[in-house]
């Protein structure tokens, strides 16, 4: 297995190219101890993780493995090719960000932010979908927020592909297929009848901004 890595540093706007060559059973950190072990950030496939507390130096904020999503995904478990399968990297290219002046990210208290978003996410819902839907939405939620997993990484799993099989991202978070089109539907995601997958359109970028403002609003709060 070949992968370009791109090291972009944030500091000085500089791209740094390297060529991994390893093989299926190669890992994350397999590939970051290759590039000289910088402080690595995700950013770019972890948008609002890596923004708001989650940009870690030794995970991941989570992939998807064995037909389900693992939250705090360790660079050292987690294979080169889990991590380009979970988001359909196809031309086998990465980017690493780093130059950062600090490591780590905000704290915050997780049962919080969830009621923070809620009203918003629950006010999102009801304008795409009917109030029968919304509570089977309010329920997958719920069951995120006892499970301990932040927002940030449920949102960014959502809006992780272009493209999505409702019954893939239903397996993947361990919700119904139902509640999985709801879901998408709600990020307005469209549905292509001729792929017949639902995918991103030009309001999905829209909502995602949207869900940003609010969570820094929260975190600030």
């Known amino acids: 297995m070949e992968l370009k890595i791109v090291l972009h540093n944030v500091f000085d706007e500089t791209d740094t190219e390297y ?3 390893g093989s299926d059973e190669s890992t994350m950190q397999d590939v ?17 993780c890596y923004q708001w507390f989650l940009n870690s130096d030794y995970a991941l904020p989570f992939v998807f493995k064995n037909n389900r999503m693992v ?3 360790l660079f050292s478990e987690t294979r080169v090719t889990t991590f380009l399968k979970t988001h359909c990297i196809e031309n086998g290219t990465i980017q690493i960000n780093t130059g950062y002046p600090q490591a780590g990210g905000v704290d915050f208290d997780l049962v919080l932010l969830w009621d923070y978003l809620s009203p918003f996410l629950n006010n999102l819902a009801s304008s795409t979908l ?12 719920d069951k995120f927020k006892k499970e ?20 893939e991202l239903a397996e993947y ?14 990020y307005q995601y469209e549905y292509d009848k001729t792929q017949r997958v639902y995918v991103q359109s030009q309001k999905t970028e829209q909502v995602r901004k949207e869900l940003n403002e609010n969570m820094g609003k929260g975190i600030e709060s």
């Open 32 to 48: 970051l101890d290759y590039i000289g072990n910088p402080i690595p950030d995700f950013e770019v496939y972890y948008p609002l």
């Open 148 to 167: 301990k997993i932040p927002p940030q990484v449920f949102i960014d799993a959502v809006f992780s592909r272009q493209k999505w099989n409702p019954f």
């Open 71 to 73: 939250y705090d995904a």
């Open 19 to 21: 060529t991994f060559t």
């Open 130 to 141: 009917s109030a029968f839907v919304c509570a089977g939405i309010k329920a997958v939620f």
């Open 173 to 186: 978070l361990g919700v119904g297929i139902t509640e999985a089109k709801n879901l998408l539907q709600m």
